[in-house]
């Protein structure tokens, strides 16, 4: 397979699970953990493939064009760092998976979980893997979504919803930062390809705009993986479900952190800012998180904060800016990714089978659980940095790395407070396992409901604590060639010689290490009175912190809202339009120059003038008679009739077209909606505030007519338009330029156009989904009390024109849909002439009767539109071409002759779908609520 088929493939399999789970949701759960984990082994069988080739120093890399012009290309790379963890992302991900399958009860939504997982997963591979900075932020934001999906999966518990929400604000807030630094970054480096901003590190760190460069990454950093002080989000994302746990803290999500330090590490390390700032936040969040971890009862929220120390240890690392301690994390990152994940599992398991997950409550469950507590004792061990697993060597590692930075001046604080450190790591390690497997049961009935799973449940654990052991018995066999391949990716430069074991001799590392187990072991020893210091001790809270922030700010905005808004949309509109003008007013004071251009102007003929006075007319009329609904909504199609006729005089046929249909469309959902309000408005401005709004409506509408004035007497100069005109047909393969132009030249204007008139579409759903009901109800169904009932609902002449009238108009839907690309029409024209007959029918048929006889849903065909649009856009890339960009060819077949076919058809077949959908989503809505309301009324009185 090319590398880049090899490449786009690996990228796209979870993305493909994850749309393949959404659309079997109903499926059954094998049939859900079938899809992940295929997509799963499938990405990690093109994983391996390419390994032998990285390790030995091959970049497989492949670059398509995606947003030339901003810098944003598709760009997909794999270097050692990018496959250890795609490695870890994948390998911890089916192991998570299989567990999964196991581990949620039955009833679960396990579509919704599996889909979203594997969008999570798919997110994390394209941060590891993204060859372009821009690129690699979409994915990084992509992920603090998914990952507010998983922590938040169980919707029914308030504590998900809460969790989810702080992680959604801390992460999304940090990769707000992280974009002005990326950015930054790529315009001092001359390019957003990842490769050639790793070779220009002396230019970053020579610019000026470094500080400000490493400090937005920092925050992005720090915020996603849990450093102090932006820890408190990781303990509170353990509402999740276990299997998410066990991956977000082994493998992704705050494993991403650490990822981009690393990736970073030739460009922005070896600063003393950067060293101090780092080390310094890595140590102070190793100590914090592993001293409250041996405090903590809940057995996820003591994994969750020993994932917050263990994290510092790998920031710390990478802070110090020295090769050997880039090794040291390195490895600790494979290390961490074994035992945590085994950890968390094992922490599942325990709950699923005892259920309660307070330690307190646990006690002596590896005579009830021998196996399930095997797998986590050795885990546990690892995590405490015990020999012979892979937890020591790396801890080794760190303490030998410490007296070679001196921080503040002094050389023995970096050696000593990493030492505490990993004493505190020691002693929360050795609770977990002491008290929950060890010792006497503390609560009878946990205990009596404890026993080790089926083999499906414990295999994922029990394989990865194997690789924890492994890691410490045969690390150079195992780890070795990987290491130090990713240490060299990671630094930029060749790694020293270095040898993975259990004995150095006797060291300095090997007696602070020594120190850390006994200083545990004491901790351990002492642990029942400093919990109870502990606890009366108060300290503060990050949550509550976190939440009164948050309540402060939201007071204060309110104010600020109050202060500067008004409820009154009279007002708003006042204020709006005052400043406006005087904006206008100040360009035309400072401005110069004459209002009259030299360009010479056209005799007015007078049919032009008439148009002019009947436009003037149904204007000062709209005013004048604006308490009568009716008669202004005929005023205003008048004003619509003759701007449509202009279109029509300045040879402007698809915009008349559209115009006119815009307008009849509008009228008609227009009149539906006069049926929810009261016959006459209520008088909304006395008579000096008629006059001020007047006068300035006047002022404003001289203004602008002035300035309209002044840009049509003056020369255009060079125009866009010559090069559509001549591109229009080689370039697009249409005649009408028009309609190439929304199709092919300005295509992603228009895909982004229906995207909005979709969202409005669900808007207007929204806000008249509830008008039946509460006071808006009551207040529609006493505005309806005093409209008189015609004896003929539906007259019959109506309904049998509408009947004829139909399969006509949809022919000449269809046909203006047909001939848009060469000939006035298109999809939007199309959809609204469509919508036309659709909504004759509703008026003259009623809601009921039409309603009855549709075969299609608003919604779905919103979402269909948006997505045609958007695969048609996606299936150029597939060709080589940029995004949406179209082809078309000719054919010849007999009896039709010579005939074309462009790909911007099926683009304009989702403009059509799309503005379809949303005008039939409000027909609906403005039909329905009158008889809504009326049912409403009926309960209410059956009720009484």
């Not at 849990?226 to 299997?243: E, K, Y």
Request: charged share 10%; hydrophobic share 60%; glycine share 10%.
């Amino acid at each position: 397979m090319p590398t880049g088929l090899t490449l786009l493939t690996l990228i796209a399999l979870p993305f493909i699970a994850a749309l393949a789970i959404a659309l079997l949701h109903h499926a059954s759960r094998a049939v859900h953990s079938a899809i992940a984990g295929a997509a799963s082994a499938g990405g990690l069988a093109l994983l391996a493939g390419l390994a032998p080739a990285v390790i030995a120093g091959s970049v497989p890399s492949a670059q398509w064009a995606w947003v030339p012009a901003l810098g944003l290309d598709l760009t997909l790379m794999v270097d050692p760092l990018g496959l250890m963890f795609a490695g870890l992302i994948l390998g911890i991900g089916l192991l998570v998976i299989i567990f999964a399958h196991f581990y949620l009860y039955k009833g679960e939504a396990t579509g919704r979980f599996f889909a979203s997982l594997m969008l999570f997963q798919g997110a994390m591979l394209g941060i590891v893997i993204a060859g372009n900075v821009l690129l690699l932020l979409v994915f990084w934001e992509m992920t603090s979504l998914a990952s507010f999906l998983l922590i938040g999966f169980w919707q029914h518990k308030a504590e998900a919803r809460q969790g989810a929400r702080m992680a959604l604000a801390v992460t999304g807030g940090g990769g707000l930062a992280l974009i002005g630094g990326m950015v930054l970054l790529g315009m001092v480096a001359g390019s957003f390809d990842l490769a050639t901003i790793l070779t220009r590190g002396d230019v970053v760190r020579g610019s000026p705009l470094y500080p400000a460069i490493l400090g937005l990454a920092l925050i992005g950093c720090f915020t996603k993986s849990a450093q102090f002080p932006f820890h408190f989000w990781l303990p509170h994302a353990m509402a999740a479900p276990t299997p998410v746990s066990a991956y977000l803290h082994s493998a992704t999500m705050v494993k991403a952190g650490v990822f981009l330090l690393a990736r970073l590490w030739p460009v922005l390390a070896g600063t003393e800012v950067y060293t101090l700032i780092v080390t310094s936040v890595g140590l102070i969040t190793m100590i914090f998180g592993a001293g409250v971890a041996l405090f903590r009862h809940d057995l996820k929220s003591i994994l969750a904060y020993s994932t917050i120390s263990q994290l510092g240890m790998l920031v710390m690392l990478l802070g110090f800016s020295l090769e050997a301690a880039a090794l040291a994390a390195v490895l600790h990152i494979l290390n961490h990714a074994a035992f945590k994940a085994a950890l968390f599992m094992s922490a599942g398991i325990v709950e699923h089978e005892t259920g309660t997950r307070d330690i307190r409550r646990l006690g002596g469950l590896a005579k009830a659980m021998p196996v399930t507590a095997l797998i986590a004792t050795l885990a546990a061990a690892s995590m405490a940095g015990l020999p012979p697993l892979g937890g020591f060597i790396s801890k080794e590692a760190m303490l030998y790395e410490t007296p070679k930075l001196v921080l503040f001046g002094l050389p023995w604080l970096l050696p000593a407070l990493a030492t505490l450190g990993a004493t505190l790591s020691v002693a929360y390690s050795l609770r977990l396992a002491a008290h929950l497997f060890f010792g006497k049961p503390r609560e009878a009935e946990p205990f009596a409901r404890a026993h080790d799973p089926g083999a499906g449940m414990w295999v994922a654990p029990a394989v990865l604590t194997a690789l924890a052991v492994l890691l410490g018995l045969i690390p150079m066999t195992l780890a070795a060639p990987l290491v130090g391949a990713v240490t060299g990716a990671v630094t930029g430069a060749p790694v020293p010689e270095f040898d993975l074991a259990l004995w150095h001799g006797i060291n300095l590392a090997l007696i602070l290490s020594l120190a850390a187990v006994a200083g545990g072991v004491l901790l351990l020893w002492q642990h029942k009175p400093l919990l109870a210091a502990w606890e009366r001790a108060r300290l503060p809270d990050a949550k509550r912190m976190f939440e009164s922030a948050f309540a402060f700010a939201d007071a204060w905005v309110r104010k600020a809202i109050v202060a500067t808004h008004t409820p009154s949309l009279q007002t708003m509109l006042l204020a709006s339009f005052t400043v406006i003008v005087l904006l206008v007013v100040e360009g035309a004071l400072t401005g110069g120059g004459m209002l009259t251009g030299s360009r010479p102007g056209l005799p007015a003929p007078a049919p032009a003038i008439v148009a002019w006075a009947l436009l003037i007319a149904a204007t000062v009329a709209v005013v004048n008679d604006s308490r009568n609904r009716l008669r202004v909504l005929i005023y205003i199609s008048v004003i619509g009739l003759v701007v449509s006729l202009t279109f029509v005089v300045f040879s402007a046929p698809d915009l008349a077209l559209t115009q006119i249909s815009v307008e009849v469309v509008t009228i008609l959902l227009l009149l539906l909606a006069l049926n929810l309000l009261p016959k006459r408005p209520p008088l909304l401005s006395s008579a000096p505030l008629k006059w001020r709004d007047g006068a300035l409506a006047i002022t404003g509408g001289l203004l602008i007519g002035g300035i309209a004035w002044a840009m049509l007497t003056r020369d255009p100069g060079p125009s866009i338009a010559a090069y559509h005109l001549a591109n229009a047909k080689p370039g697009g393969g249409g005649t009408n330029v028009v309609n190439v132009i929304l199709v092919d030249f300005r295509a992603f204007d228009t895909l982004g156009e229906i995207i909005v008139l979709g969202i409005a579409g669900l808007g207007i759903f929204a806000l008249l989904d509830t008008a039946a009901t509460g006071k808006a109800g009551e207040r529609l169904r006493a505005w309806r009390a005093d409209m008189p009932h015609s004896p003929e609902r539906h007259p019959m002449m109506l309904v049998a024109a509408s009947r004829i009238i139909l399969p006509l108009t949809l022919s000449v839907g269809i046909y203006l849909f047909l001939r848009g690309h060469n000939q006035p029409g298109g999809g939007f024209i199309a959809a609204l002439v469509v919508a036309i007959a659709f909504l004759v029918q509703y008026l003259a048929a009623g809601f009921d009767w039409s309603d009855a006889r549709r075969r299609f849903g608003e919604h779905q065909m919103i979402a269909a539109g948006v997505l045609v649009a958007m695969v048609t856009g996606l299936g150029a890339t597939v060709f080589g071409a940029n995004f949406l960009t179209s082809w078309f060819d000719y054919f010849s077949l007999p009896l039709i002759g010579k005939f074309e076919l462009a790909s911007a058809m099926a683009f304009d077949a989702g403009v059509f779908l799309t503005v379809f959908g949303a005008v039939m989503l409000a027909l609906a809505q403005l039909s329905h609520i009158a008889q809504r309301a009326g049912r409403a009324a009926e309960a209410d009185g059956g009720g009484a």
